[in-house]
Each structure stands twice: as structure tokens, then as C-alpha cells.
T-cell receptor, first 114, second 114 residues
Framework: AQSVTQLDSHVSVSEGTPVLLRCNYS??????LFWYVQHPNKGLQLLLK??????LVKGINGFEAEFKKSETSFHLTKPSAHMSDAAEYFC????????????FGKGTRLSVIA | EPEVTQTPSHQVTQMGQEVILRCVPI?????FYWYRQILGQKVEFLVS????????KSEIFDDQFSVERPDGSNFTLKIRSTKLEDSAMYFC????????????FGPGTRLTVT
């Protein structure tokens, strides 16, 4: 079974400062891990994914995440926040084969202050 | 770029009524999914569909729910007798096995049961 814990329900940063959204996972299998973003009243957009290749994964809009097996973590970072980054972010795990159901974390709401 | 589409974007129905949510997955994809997100909560898996049958379902997907791919393009979710607690955003997703490892999500249908 898979599960995801997003450690912060809300993160607030100033524009231009770094972003860190924390995620820990649990999986019986070698997992695939994803970060999805949801802007208000919009659907889910894939930011980045880890599928057992490089442990440092680069995504869209300057976001990165590092898979750390020893810590069972997959934290999302961005060096400099932009106002347009304000959204809900979901850490997601699935079993290694991509067709299996995705298991979502509860989400972290990112606020960016001007 | 191909995308998953969903109709309607918003559906209001009375308790006890039947509702059908429609999705058009990406044309060459093989796996299809429904997820739901109750307001303020995390996204939850409902059902996956492959080769014209349900491949996996969650405990949420009880006898009130059914899915169908009637014509090779549409993928529908039917709720036979809606309850207030069925009010949620319903997301359709599709997946093609391969290196992308990504389930592509539609924009969602917001279902409001009154």
C-alpha cells in the first residue's frame, strides 16, 4: 500500500524567496512520485515526476524535487517564488507501473506575498 | 497538444437524481480513471478502466456508481441516486503505457447535489 504525508497544509513565502514544500511517502513497492499543482478553479497539472531514474528531478516553472530513499522524502523546491506560483500543490505516489491508481497527499496551499 | 476533456464543467442536481459525467480521454490512451475531490479535501481514486472493464475500484465506488465506455471515445461516470455527500469535483484521467508515466487529467466537473 502507498501513502503520502504532506507536512504543511499552508506555506506562505515572499515573492523572490525560496519555496520548500515537504512530502514524505510510504510504499510497499519501488514508487513513482509526482507533484501536481492546482490553481484556483482549475484542473490538475503535472509539475514533475520521479520514476527511478535521476533522483533530482526538474520540472516546469523552475520547480525541482529530490527523491531521498533513506528519508522517504520527495520535497519540492523552487529558488525564487513568483506571484503566479500561488496554488495548491499535491504530492502523489503510485506503484512503479504508471497505470496503477494515484494516491494523493492532502495538499499544501502556497501563498506568495508581494 | 492532446488533452482530456470533461463535460459539463458544472452540474447541479437534486438528491436522488441520476447524473452522468462525461469525459473524452486522449485518443490513443488505454487506461481510464475517475477521481474525486470533495471541497477542501484530497483527491481520491474511484475507479480505473482497461480493456472495456473495471480493473480496480476503491471502497468509495459502491453500487451507486458505474462506468462505461460506450463508443470508443467517451468515458462516463454514472451516479444512480445522488446523495448530498456526492458533491465534489470529479476528475477524469487517461494513461498510455510508456516512458511518460503520466496520467493526464481533465479539468474536472463540479457536481453540486442539493
Amino acid at each position: 500500500a502507498q501513502s503520502v504525508t504532506q507536512l504543511d497544509s499552508h506555506v506562505s513565502v515572499s515573492e523572490g524567496t525560496p519555496v520548500l514544500l515537504r512530502c514524505n511517502y510510504s510504499s510497499s513497492y519501488s514508487p513513482s512520485l509526482f507533484w501536481y499543482v492546482q490553481h484556483p478553479n482549475k484542473g490538475l497539472q503535472l509539475l514533475l515526476k520521479y520514476t527511478s531514474a535521476a533522483t533530482l528531478v526538474k520540472g516546469i516553472n523552475g520547480f525541482e524535487a529530490e527523491f531521498k530513499k533513506s528519508e522517504t522524502s520527495f520535497h519540492l523546491t523552487k529558488p525564487s517564488a513568483h506571484m503566479s506560483d500561488a496554488a495548491e500543490y499535491f504530492c502523489v505516489v503510485s506503484a512503479h507501473s504508471g497505470n496503477t491508481p494515484l494516491v494523493f497527499g492532502k495538499g499544501t496551499r502556497l501563498s506568495v506575498i508581494a | 497538444e492532446p488533452e482530456v476533456t470533461q463535460t459539463p464543467s458544472h452540474q447541479v442536481t437534486q438528491m436522488g437524481q441520476e447524473v452522468i459525467l462525461r469525459c473524452v480521454p486522449i485518443s490513443n490512451h488505454l487506461y481510464f480513471y475517475w477521481y474525486r475531490q470533495i471541497l477542501g479535501q484530497k483527491v481520491e481514486f474511484l475507479v480505473s478502466f482497461y480493456n472495456n472493464e473495471i480493473s480496480e475500484k476503491s471502497e468509495i465506488f459502491d453500487d451507486q456508481f458505474s462506468v462505461e465506455r460506450p463508443d470508443g471515445s467517451n468515458f462516463t461516470l454514472k451516479i444512480r441516486s445522488t446523495k448530498l455527500e456526492d458533491s465534489a469535483m470529479y476528475f477524469c484521467a487517461s494513461y498510455l503505457p510508456g516512458p511518460a508515466y503520466e496520467q493526464y487529467f481533465g479539468p474536472g466537473t463540479r457536481l453540486t447535489v442539493t
